[in-house]
């Protein structure tokens, strides 16, 4: 595994802290990089992203007749691919109507006797079903547990971070599936966690700030969130908060794996080691390894 370059003109016979909390980072990537392998691996995961490929992409048409018929949907399918899927349509439920693709391709004879391939495109209207509407097998999912437990110092740390850094922090109130957000200049962090689910939500969004605040090209947003879950990871392990069960299957499910996250291990390590000793630098104090 890569590391950052080595501190020059450290004083002989003095603990370099900065190589050890290199070493630090480089083993926390290292166990982060097997666990989301790990997870990735699994029977339940394997299963889950082959229920999730049979899910349709719909068009924003589409999905717009979705909303206005049915706006609290979630995952919708044809009353077939439910059937597939070991669930049934509900009696006397009605179908989302929605537009269905139908190419086509004929051949025509010319008036010269000659053949010619005609192909097309024309839409027809089908049913559809939101899963709320059906019954029957439990759909697989891959659970994104809460960081349990306290870390009020570690919070009211990152908290001052970025404060410091010019980055206001707000606690309001979000849907259940939402944790914080980042806003260019300012983090939203969801009320109703614990102190370490919202400190290892702050260090998440930290990272997005210091990371991905202007958009940069052929950065993916499966990228820039593998990259900020990964510092959250090893931010929240260097202080003594164990987020690595929520940070593997929160990387797998953005579809990173080992190497996707080498690829990023430089920008991942610096950005990582800098939140650390801002953390650190805020009384002096070593963080615990």
């Known amino acids: 595994m890569q590391t950052l370059p080595e501190s020059p003109g450290k004083p002989k016979g003095k603990p ?24 990735r691996a699994s029977e339940e995961f394997k299963r889950f992203l082959d229920v999730q490929s049979r899910f349709h992409r719909y068009s924003w048409h589409n999905t717009m007749l979705i909303v206005m018929q049915r706006p ?34 004929r051949t025509e004879t010319r008036d010269d006797g000659t053949a010619e391939t005609v192909s097309g495109m024309y839409f027809k209207v089908v049913s559809v079903f939101d899963v709320a509407q059906t019954d029957g097998e439990p759909l697989p999912d891959v659970d ?10 570690l919070r009211a740390d990152l908290e ?8 206001a ?12 957000t980042s806003k260019n200049g300012a983090i939203d962090v969801a ?32 990228m820039a969130e593998l990259e900020a879950e990964s510092v959250a990871y090893i931010v929240c392990g260097h202080f003594g908060l164990d987020v690595e069960l929520r940070a593997s299957r ?23 080691r800098t939140i650390i000793d801002d953390v650190d630098g ?4 070593k963080a615990v390894a």
């Open 250 to 272: 929160y990387i797998a499910l953005w579809d990173g794996d080992s190497k996707a996250l080498r690829a990023s291990l430089e920008r991942i390590a610096t950005t990582a």
């Open 144 to 153: 994104l547990p809460d960081v349990q437990g306290a870390a009020d110092t």
């Open 282 to 285: 805020l009384s002096g104090r």
């Open 169 to 180: 922090v707000n606690y309001v109130e979000m849907e259940a599936d939402h944790y914080g």
């Open 160 to 167: 001052h971070v970025a404060t410091t850094r010019g980055i």
């Open 72 to 105: 609290d949907a979630t995952r919708v399918a044809g009353f077939q691919a439910w059937k597939k899927l070991g669930r049934h349509v509900c009696k006397g439920e009605h179908g989302i109507r929605i537009f269905a693709p139908c190419p086509f391709s």
């Open 16 to 39: 370099d802290r900065a190589k050890e909390l290199r070493q630090q980072i480089d083993g926390r990537l290292d166990v982060l990089a097997k666990a989301v392998d790990d997870v």
């Open 191 to 222: 009320t109703g966690h614990t102190s370490g689910q919202q400190a290892k939500t702050l260090a998440h969004e930290l990272a997005h700030e210091a990371l991905h605040k202007a958009d940069r090209a052929g950065l993916t947003r499966s």
